[in-house]
């Protein structure tokens, strides 16, 4: 097969048709909008909105923890600690990296023009912005302190505060996530371009399908939970009151039984991104395509039968608690598989370090460390000794903070030429991802140490013996706090003053990079025919196959 | 895939044979209910619902034909509720404090008496 | 009878048939969602049923059993009906279809109002849980809790049924301006699916709530 | 025996030093794994950079394999932790016959202790070196979490029902008591010391409390005053079952089970006697559910536990 030398930046864009972004810009063909691109904006600008929020709480609770005084009053504290919990997990993490690029490149990606249902697309973002209202109803008029968890019976009796506005919040936020994985799930399925067939689909597509499929089995659980709660604390029955012959523990059951899926709901979107972009940048294919597309779908199956790791101490019986151990152990062997084959698929590849390779490259290594804290808290002697203190604060912010938020921005930047049209400035966002690297980890590796000597998560004080490691973690804090607010900066700046965008900047094998950038209302003029496998990348002769059959020279 | 899935869609014998048999099958729980089988009456009953569930699905629901796509997702949400409430019961079968006993017998409690 | 192709599909099918197909695929994939929803209520039942079943049997005995027994013969003729309307639209026969719509419609404003002269005689019998709860002797608090998914189940389940009752009545709605024929009909097929649940749900909630201590 | 690694905490209890032992393998395995990732990906991505004119020929096709190798490698290992951990935990967390009880009730932001010689104590406990400490806890409204970072030893307190958990200090010292499971507004405060002492020293605490009622005679004065004496006491009429002795026996209950009358069965049938009545005896005991405090409550099971002499409970 003769090698086509065409360059692709030499062909213009084809501008035939007017870019998503240009064809019609009345408010009501924002706010009513069908297009799952101008979709996927809305909610970007939502979760962006809320990043902040939560992120804001978060640099108020660092302060305070400089110093063992304290900046807040402690009901201060005790509110932001629960309300940082609950943003952050439900009105960012959730729904990034599914809701925004899912929204945006799944249709790209397959090749269709739309989702299948594009109304219900819109519902997922008003009822998103409904919850959204809720919860900073909840947070201005004085926020909830119960924690993210709601444990019974302080949610229930014990607690003041606006913990019903809360808990609603969270309901009506559950609709949201179904709506948008119904769309997935049935988008997938049945609107793939003729030719993509399932072990030809981008692994990006896998996570996101991967992700509805659990969205889809566990949020039904924690809205009937959250719906039990609200209504037991409005009404005083005693369905997890132990006064009334309820349990406590019942409580956790069903929503650990949502959480531990949710967290790979934040974990799954974010591998699949990374599972994009390392065979992009270092111009190899993925090692292990069916391993991967395995090791997803079988961490989407197998986080349901893990829950109960996070009630070893809780009470449950000494049986259980091995059960799940042994579960759990289970459960981190398809995330050890897939993190040996993104280290691996850089061998013998043609490496380029661009912004959406630190963040990528910066995931593997955080999640790694993350995981590996996570199977020393699945050891059940090692539970008993750090659950409840920072050690699994520390744990879970790597993998939610350090993984899922790294993949967020390195997503954000690899397909922002194909989003905006605009290119943004390559330097400033390399030493935005290192430094997004390095504030992390001086924020959170302190927090192992401060865990595993034993300072209790969700206080507002602590001797003065663990000062030194709470002002390392605040320092490190204020680092990132910059380190996410630049791209804020230069993004905005590139959309006016960036280079244009050619179709193909980084050369890419995807659907997505045979559209236009930004791509019109359409998606594509024609549907493509898919012919290849996905990554067909040959770092010898520096050429690559695009999907649709297409082959490249540099 | 035509929408008429079953040239047969005609025919509405097949549909009211099946609703008397659920019917049948409502009252055959109703019976088991009064027949004091003690632990085996809800195995039962559950039973007797399980298949009429079945039933509706399959007829009612358009399900016949090849399993298909809808067969999995049809019955994949029971598939996972076993899970919930399989493991689930690793705890609460074996948990030593269980019940709990802040159960008052006297009739007539309906106020949160506090304990302190 | 306008034949399928002159109706255009929405942007991003290429047939009528396929949105009609991709529509029950999405009925099919919110159902299991609703399952779980439900499931998760029943897993509440489930545990404290297993764990007070004496307190359970004496509560389980107050439940109007005649009530809840006819209502599990209107809704299980309701779904028959449901799907007989389904039949007489692909035969084109609109007369049949929204006579049996309609009959559909009655059947679950029936299933309400048995529910609501049950609920009235609850009222009567003191087994609201917060408003005014009287235990029966040997019941103790666990029996509360028997009540309380009583209440929830049920209510929740009606507002499923109302929900349904809603989609149908916009059924009608649309057959009357033409847009449901025999060439495409899926919608009424989406609502049957969710009918035919929605009955499905009770057959699951007659034996927890009627048939607990009754031998 | 940690000691040389930075920042090691203190250890005083005889688990603490199996969970070390058990910590440190996982930091070890988990050390190895971490360089290793780090090592392939600093080597590759130096190795093969944009620049570099290193062959890319001959990449590896057929992957599963390689796959299969360190997936089942790392699995292993891990697994050995695991089987480690779980024998510790099922050791850890069944309390056996313990030299010494204490009582000990978690209520919103203070631990109220209690010894089984009356001696009480708030955010403190005294207990005696070297001796299996059987602990019994309470909660008396949210989930709290007694903690003791020297021990390395947690476990929730849930309302409602009973926990116990054991340790043995083998180091005298004070040592940090904490709540690790948020419980309201003032969770970070409701902390306190665990004071492990020499046997004498202990003894002399003992007696410089003050106090001359233990906690069986306490027992006794409330088990009088809230009429159980009535029916249990020696010269009643009434068909009870007499608790003489019932402490550590199986008791045959009416609906066939059989259960181990150890505190939690004695609570249970104090606050819920109608679904724990012993065979051959008539329901007729009222419950005292919502009338007896936990603190009460512990000193009546204390003091029936008195009533059948130092018979301890095989657990």
Known sequence: ??????????????????????????????????????????????????????????????????????????????????????????????????????????????????????????????????????????????????????????????????????????????????????????????????????????????????????????????????????????????????????????????????????????????????????????????????????????????????????????????????????????????????????????????????????????????????????????????????????????????????????AFFGALHYWWPKMTGRMYPEMWARFAAILTYVGFNLT??????????????????????????????????????????????????????????????????????????????????????????????????????????????? | MSLDVNPRRALSLPFVIAWLILLVFTGVSLFTAFLGMGVWAPVAEFGIAALQAAIVFILFMRLKGPPSLRWVFAFSGFFWLLFLFGLSATDYATRRGWPPSYIPTRPGITTLEDGR | MPNSAALVPEVQYATIEQQGEVAQLGMWVFLVNETLFFGALIFTYFVYRTTYPHAFAVAGKDAVLWCGTLNSAILLTSSLTMVLAINAGAQDARRAMVVWILATIGL??????????????????????????????????????????????????????????????????????????SAYYAPLEVVGIFWSFVDTVWIFLYPCIYLVGRS | MYNWIPFWPDTAAVSGHAVNGLFVAELCLSAVIMLTVVAMMLYYVFRYRKGSDATRAGRVQKTWHFEIGWTTATLGMFLILFVYGAEMYVWLFQAPRGDEEVYVVGKQWMWKVEHPGGQREIDAMHIPVDKTIRVVMASEDVIHSFFVPAFRLKHDVVPGTYETIWFKAHKPGIYRLECTQYCGLQHATMQGKVVVMTGPDYAHWLTTQGVHESMAEQGEKLFRAHGCSGCHGANSTVHAPSLNGVFGTYVHLQDGSVRLADEAYLRDCILNPRSFTVAGYPPIMPDFSGQISEGDLMKIVAYIQSLSGKQETRR
């Open chain 1, 1 to 406: 097969m003769t090698v086509t030398t065409v360059d692709r930046d030499a062909l213009p864009n084809p501008m035939d048709e007017p870019s998503f972004l240009t064809s019609e810009n009345t408010i009501a063909s924002w706010l009513f909008t069908r297009d799952h691109k101008r979709i996927a904006l809305l909610f970007f600008a939502s979760i962006t909105f809320f990043f902040f929020v939560g992120g804001l709480a978060a640099t108020l609770m660092r302060l305070n923890l400089a110093t063992p005084k304290g900046l807040l009053q402690p009901a201060v504290y005790n509110r932001m600690f629960t309300m940082h919990g609950i943003i952050m997990v439900w009105f960012f993490l959730i729904p990034s990296i599914p809701a925004t690029f899912g929204n945006f490149f799944v249709p790209l990606m397959i090749g269709a023009r739309d989702l299948a249902f594009p109304r219900v697309n819109l519902a997922s973002w008003y009822v998103f912005n409904l919850s959204g209202l809720m919860v900073l109803y909840a947070l201005i008029m004085g926020g909830a302190d119960t924690g993210w968890t709601f444990y019974t019976p302080l949610s229930t009796i014990y607690a003041n505060g606006y913990v019903l506005a809360a808990a609603l919040a969270v309901f009506v936020n559950g609709f949201s996530s179904i709506m948008t994985s119904l769309n997935f799930v049935v988008t997938i399925h049945r609107l793939r371009a003729p030719g993509m067939t399932w072990m030809r689909l981008p692994l990006f597509v896998w996570g996101i399908y991967a992700v509805s499929v659990v969205m889809l089995l566990a949020t039904p659980v924690l809205t009937m939970d959250t719906f039990l709660l609200g209504f037991s604390r409005f009404t005083g029955i005693g369905l997890f009151d132990p006064r009334h012959g309820g349990d406590p523990l019942l409580w956790q059951h069903m929503f650990w039984f949502y959480s531990h899926p949710a967290v790979y709901i934040m974990i799954l979107p974010g591998m699949g991104v990374v599972s994009e972009i390392i065979p992009c940048f270092a111009r190899r294919p993925i090692f292990g395509y069916t391993g991967m597309t395995m090791a997803l779908m079988s961490i989407a199956i197998l986080s349901f039968f893990v829950w109960a790791h996070h009630m070893f101490v809780a009470g449950i019986s000494i049986y259980s608690g091995v059960v799940f151990s042994l579960m759990t152990f289970f459960v981190a062997v398809p995330s050890a598989i897939k993190v040996f084959n993104w280290t691996v698929s850089l061998h013998k590849g043609k490496i380029t370090f661009d912004a959406p390779m630190l963040y990528a490259l910066g995931f593997v290594l955080l999640f790694t460390l993350g995981g590996l804290s996570g199977l020393m808290l699945a050891t059940l002697a090692i539970d008993v000794d750090v659950h409840g203190t920072y050690f699994v604060v520390a744990h879970f912010h790597y993998i939610m903070v350090g993984a899922t938020v790294s």
């Open chain 1, 444 to 554: 959170f590796f302190p927090q192992f140490i401060l865990g595993y000597l034993g300072m209790p998560r969700r206080s507002y004080t602590y001797p003065e013996v663990w000062q030194t490691w709470n002002v390392l973690s605040s320092a490190g804090a204020s680092i990132l706090a910059v380190a996410y607010t630049l791209p804020l900066v230069y993004l905005g700046w590139s959309l006016f003053w960036g280079k244009k965008a050619p179709i193909n900047p980084w050369r890419a094998t995807g659907l997505e990079w045979i559209a236009a950038s930004p791509p019109p209302k359409h998606n594509f003029p024609r549907t493509p025919i898919v012919t290849q496998a996905p990554y067909r990348y040959d770092p010898e002769a520096d050429t690559f196959v695009s999907q649709e059959g297409t082959p490249y020279a540099e």
């Open chain 3, 108 to 181: 679950g404003c029936a299933f309400l109002g048995v529910k609501g002269l049950e609920y009235y005689l609850d009222f009567q019998d003191q087994v609201v849980p917060v408003v005014d709860y009287f235990a029966k002797p040997g019941e103790g608090q666990a029996g509360e809790l028997f009540w309380v998914f009583y209440w929830i189940a049920t209510s929740l389940h009606a507002i499923h049924l109302m929900t349904g009752i809603g989609l149908l009545v916009y059924m009608l709605w649309r057959i009357r301006r033409g847009e449901i024929t």
